[in-house]
């Protein structure tokens, strides 16, 4: 306490200058009706620009948990989707009041470390297989597909990027030819289609959906769009360049799909018999 008194001595002079700047400041504003206007002017558009920086901090600090709680919206969306759901009715018994079953699940991670650039790329998710994750499903993200996972933990899961040796079954959505999505073009933001017949009429800009008969991805899911095409005479196939809709390059939130009718297709083709 006794060094506080001696510092406030020390700076006596200093202290008596600021105190006489306040009164006068003081006695001006009060006594001078335009100052006293210039005065609340100036103190209300500091003190809205301290509430602006505020505001923004808050909703900065607020922004994961907003985007968490929009991709579960998301999820749920997608869950009700008719793609989601197949038809428990058989073809013959059409009624007015259509009955679907479940068929697709979503699950709401986050991507928390990723490669673009390696022969075979990884994506790492914060969620294992205590929030239900299991080897082979697919995992999509808002605009496009993103890749499948292919091993598990407790609390985090390791899929396989779709720039990697993922051949995905996808198909044209205009004229509903289909064909193999394959990443040979070692950009992160491109892949092929394959075995796409050269009597296909293919256009620049046509749009590139799923298949859906893997049992990994539903049915039209946005893979991407045309952004070329090329005819080798030598070849019987078109060689399609396709600009991806998901942007791997950055990590956000994505959902992870599962087929839960999977384990009965996969028993039954199982069964098919083996060309010897």
Known sequence: MRDLFRFLYRIR???????????????????????????????NAFVGRIYTWRNGVVEYAGLREENLRLARQIAELRDRDARSR???????????????????????????NSTVHKARNYITLDKGSLSGLRPDMGVVGATGIVGVIREVGPHFALAI?????LPTS?????????????????????????????????????????????????????????????????????????????????SGYVHVVEDVLKLEQDSLQAKAPVEE
């Open 13 to 43: 002079i200093i202290l008596l200058f600021l105190v006489l700047l306040a009164g006068s400041m003081a006695l001006l504003v009060n006594g001078n009706e335009h100052h006293k206007a210039q005065a609340i002017s100036s103190s």
């Open 170 to 250: 996808v198909q044209l959505q205009r004229t509903g030819h289909f064909g193999l999505l394959k990443w040979d073009t070692m950009d992160p933001f491109s892949a092929s289609m394959t075995d796409v017949a050269k009597h296909v009429p293919v256009e620049v800009g046509d749009t590139v959906v799923t298949r859906g008969n893997d049992g990994i991805f539903p049915r039209g899911i946005l893979v991407g769009l045309v952004a070329a095409k090329e005819d080798d005479p030598g070849s019987n196939y078109h060689t399609i360049t396709v600009k991806l809709s998901e942007d791997l390059t950055r």
């Open 161 to 165: 990027s779709v720039l990697s040796d």
């Open 86 to 112: 197949i038809s428990v009715l058989d073809s013959a018994q059409l009624m007015r009041d259509t009955v679907l079953q479940q068929q697709y699940r979503y699950y709401t991670a986050q991507v928390i």
